[in-house]
């Protein structure tokens, strides 16, 4: 039965956000602190733990060992319980729910052309905006401690991202609805704002040819960010070049050359365990019979080709599948399946790898009410097309064999790309924050409301200074966690296994 849309004016949707700022003010977001009766951080990564592949969990552990950076990075269920308790606005948006710096990237269009956007939508759901604004931040200041940044810097990277969510909200606001569908950040803009930010971090250094002469000066549009010197700045412009060039080549042919091999003449998927099985040797991980695999990929396969738009069904029929495996990926998701398909076209030279990841349920229901949908791999497909401005061909969603096993298909290397974050620079982590923000911001824009968000955030910095304060606080948790996951290791609680 059709669903009546309400219409409200412009002056009424404005009101909305004004209301909404009375009764919640914007500085209200600062001051936070851990609920009295907060579960233990360890306790609910070993919750999540129960429905994942048990070889992998010490491999999750691991990678969240690395550094308080790759722990927050797979802690999203911490801070969904945290987020639970935190005042907001009742402006609501569809969540990528996991909005960390690194859940962004670059990757191609349908028309083959680099774009940048979120990436990630394992936990979306509809939800608070404020929810993924704090992911976010919060994810910048530990990074930014993680890089070694003075605290000013910290600060300054983090209201800085904050800063651009609320002026691209703003701008959103502002103009019509189609605009702001179609808005997205391509690769010659990403390639002017990259010029433009370098050319100022150079002249805000005031060095000599050598970098190294020459009083520091603040740079960019973020007070408190040292510049970089002239050597930093060609540094910095080598690897974004270098990264561009990466990306471009990171497709089907790339993964076949690095993720296969040949024998007898045909292509199989090649053995790395325990990051990469292939399907002849899975048997040995979930006591199946390697016949038994066959009848499952084609299972899934039919069920992911039926979730796809006709004319894609047909494309997709012209390729057939040729291997198979299970492949970690990330740091949070590790221990949850996560397998890549090979399928061959015309003939052996064109191939077509596919990214098969399971799909739980989101670590924001419960937090916040269910998803809609029953299946969660169509959860995740329906928030990605809803988020990003645009979004792979082959995106599509299938049932497992086993009961209540769901999962979500895209190709698996489509010119992606990603920030080295370790390696960023402060000034190169405050554009960063700000290219994050404007993008978080339009993924918003599309799904909420920016008019009543935009008004709710107002033209000042108290939204922006009250994130960077609750980010400031909730780093410190997060190193506190950390520690009390390194403890639980170092004791044998549970286990890790590292550098894998």
Known sequence: ???????????????????????????????????????????????????????????????????????????????????????????????????????????????????????????????????????????????????????????????????????????????????????????????????????????????????????????????????????????????????????HSRNSDQALSKLSEEVDGRYRIVSAPPVIVPARELHVVYGREPADFEEVVINLFTGYRASLRPELRRLLERFEVIDWARKVVGVGSVGTRAFIVLLQGRDRDDPLFLQVKEATQSVLEGPLPKSEFAQSGERVVHGQRLMQASSDIFLGWSEGVEPGRYYYWRQLRDMKGSALVEMLKPAELAFYGRTCGWTLARAHARSGDPVAISAYLGEDDSFDNAITDFSERYATQNDQDFADFAKAISSNRIDALQQV
Request: glycine share 8%.
């Open 1 to 247: 039965m059709p669903t009546k849309v309400h219409h409200l004016t412009l002056q009424e949707r404005q009101a909305q956000g004004l209301e909404a700022r009375t009764h919640v003010p914007p500085d209200s977001h600062a001051g936070w602190r851990p609920a009295a009766d907060r579960p233990d951080p360890v306790s609910l990564i070993e919750e999540q733990n129960l429905r994942r592949d048990a070889d992998l969990v010490p491999v999750r552990h691991g990678r969240m060992m690395a550094s308080p950076f790759t722990f927050y990075r797979g802690a999203a269920k911490i801070m969904a319980v945290d987020l639970a308790a935190t005042p907001t606005s009742g402006l609501q948006v569809q969540l990528c729910g996991d909005a960390h710096l690194s859940n962004f990237g670059v990757f191609a269009s349908p028309e083959r052309n680099l774009v940048f956007d979120i990436n990630d939508f394992d936990e979306t759901l509809p939800g608070p905006f404020e929810y993924d604004v704090e992911r976010l931040a919060a994810s910048f200041m530990v990074a930014a401690q993680n890089n070694g940044c003075s605290t000013p810097d910290a600060q300054a990277i983090t209201k800085g991202c904050v800063t651009s969510y609320r002026e691209a909200m703003a701008q959103f606001a502002g103009m019509r609805t189609l605009d702001v569908w179609y808005a997205h950040l391509a690769e010659d803009q990403i390639k002017e704002s990259v010029d433009a930010f370098f050319a100022a971090s150079g002249r805000a250094k005031g060095s000599g040819k050598d970098g190294k002469k020459g009083k520091q000066k603040k740079t960019g549009e973020d007070e408190g960010i040292t510049g970089m010197t002239q050597k930093q700045v060609k540094e910095a412009q080598k690897r974004f070049q270098k990264n561009a060039l990466k990306a």
